[in-house]
């Protein structure tokens, strides 16, 4: 995409590795008897730097943090994955992310059940491993536990990353906080074309919410909610732009 402003420096760039894929098996971390603290070395599978990866019918058990961690990514397909716990999200992506598809997602999760999020919050800086755009990304089939964080199916858009062109279908299951959300700590966020689509979760709070924290302040446009059951839309607590 055009930059806001005239380009300086050099363009750098690294080779991706391409045309992997991953069918079938229990991968088991093994927290706690496994434990790498508060550090990228405690995710149940990493996989990054990627153009055309396939991840099918995998159950990720025991994590320290995140079951499945994508980024750098491009033309990828996760499908059919299964978490028994994990204490933090089944499935993580972080920008830049461009052709995705994530879907029959099912399990229990200590944090979030799917995320997309361009960049890592500050706070948590030490996750910080990929950041970028994410565009494009499908998600259908998602049924899952949540017993604590924000939601199912959460989107964490930033301040100079682009995130758009995103779908969720048949979000179910259980959250003790929202079903599906938006949520920022960054100043200047923004989010284009998102669609989430028969929801319908047994969630403590709102079925979607938005929500801005800190500094945060939050624009979406072309925001589509159909097919959605529970509690009413909530628009959180910071300054929030929504263009439905």
Not at 57 to 64: G, V
Request: without cysteine; negative net charge; hydrophobic residues 35%.
């Amino acid at each position: 995409r055009t930059p806001t402003t005239a380009p300086t420096g050099a363009v750098t760039a690294k080779m991706s590795d391409q045309n992997i894929t991953i069918d079938g098996g229990v991968w088991d971390y093994n927290y706690p008897s496994n434990s790498a603290g508060a550090t990228q070395g405690s995710v149940g599978m990493w996989l990054g730097a990627v153009q055309n990866l396939h991840v099918s019918n995998l159950t990720i058990k025991n994590a320290q943090k995140y079951d499945l961690g994508l980024g750098a990514v491009r033309d990828f397909v996760v499908n059919g994955l299964t978490s028994p716990f994990t204490n933090s999200d089944i499935v993580k992506v972080y920008g830049p992310a461009v052709n995705g598809t994530i879907e029959n997602i099912s399990g229990m999760s200590g944090d979030d059940g799917v995320s997309l999020q361009t960049k890592e919050a500050d706070a948590y800086s030490y996750m910080r491993w990929t950041w970028g755009d994410i565009n494009n990304i499908t998600g259908e089939n998602i049924n899952i536990t949540q017993t604590a964080g924000s939601g199912i199916v959460m989107l964490y858009p930033s301040t100079n990353e682009y995130m758009g062109g995103i779908v969720f279908r048949q979000v179910t299951g259980v959250s003790s906080y929202y079903a599906t959300g938006i949520f920022t700590t960054f100043a200047g966020s923004t989010i284009n074309d998102v669609t989430f689509d028969g929801v319908d979760a047994a969630a403590t709070g709102n079925s979607f919410a938005v929500n801005t924290s800190g500094s945060g302040t939050l624009m979406i446009s072309n925001l589509t909610i159909g097919r959605y059951t529970g509690n009413p839309t909530s628009y959180g607590s910071g300054q929030t732009i929504i263009n439905l």
